[in-house]
Antibody, heavy 123, light 107 residues
């Protein structure tokens, strides 16, 4: 059974850097893209970006200038850093596995999710 | 970015009701549309992928349809555990975008 467990600092001051880790237990690490998604309190879901085991990344253009996603394949962990945070970055941050369903590269969805980490930005 | 618009934003329904939630994409996305269910305090759970394929373990009362720009999630007979918020998400292109959510409440 695949499990994603995430952790990181939950309270930041404006201009600091958000840093979260997601560890993958069970299942294969290679062959998937690993994603970060966030959800402001009471609002919808926003995709932040993704990385595969070899370090190939895709980012949301709205955050690209401030976000870095990296991976440590040996530990089956991936990470997100978001710089220069403001109150608008307050959200629950989720890590998730992007699973493909078949050979069609467009058919994929987020099948396993971490428990979520509430990150609050406040002075 | 492809904008995903769900309707309604919320609805009230009774147990055993048939419920339809629609999702419209701002441009064609073929059948590359997924649906998730989220309950308060929890991560979303996958329900449907590729517009109409059921994720493993999801009850058969959930179904999806549509292609191009218009999609529908149907719950054939609403159960107490189905009261939640539902999101659509397109996998056609990056950035992966979600609808704003539809909250299904008890009437």
């Amino acid at each position: 059974q695949v499990q994603l467990q995430q952790w990181g600092a939950g309270l930041l001051k404006p201009s600091e850097t958000l840093s979260l880790t997601c560890a993958v237990y069970g299942g294969s690490f290679s062959g998937y893209y690993w994603s970060w998604i966030r959800q402001p309190p009471g609002k919808g879901l926003e995709w932040i970006g993704e990385i595969n085991h070899s370090g190939s990344t895709n980012y949301n253009p709205s955050l690209k200038s401030r976000v870095t996603i990296s991976v440590d394949t040996s530990k089956k962990q991936f990470f997100v850093k978001l710089s220069s945070v403001t109150a608008a970055d307050t959200a629950v941050y989720f890590c998730a596995r992007r699973a493909s369903a078949g050979v069609n590269k467009f058919i994929f969805y987020f099948d396993y999710w971490g428990q979520g980490t509430l990150v609050t930005v406040s002075s | 970015d492809i904008q995903m618009t769900q309707s309604p934003s919320s609805l009230s329904a009774s147990v055993r009701d048939r419920v339809n939630i629609t999702c419209r994409a701002s441009q064609t996305i073929s059948s590359y549309l997924n649906w998730y269910q989220q309950k308060p305090g929890n991560a979303p759970k996958p329900l449907i992928y590729a517009a109409s394929s059921l994720h493993s373990g999801v009850p058969s009362r959930f179904s999806g349809s549509g292609s191009g720009t218009d999609f529908t999630l149907t719950i054939s007979s609403l159960q107490p555990e189905d009261f939640a918020t539902y999101y659509c998400q397109q996998s056609y292109t990056a950035p992966r975008t979600f609808g704003q959510g539809t909250k299904v409440e008890i009437k």
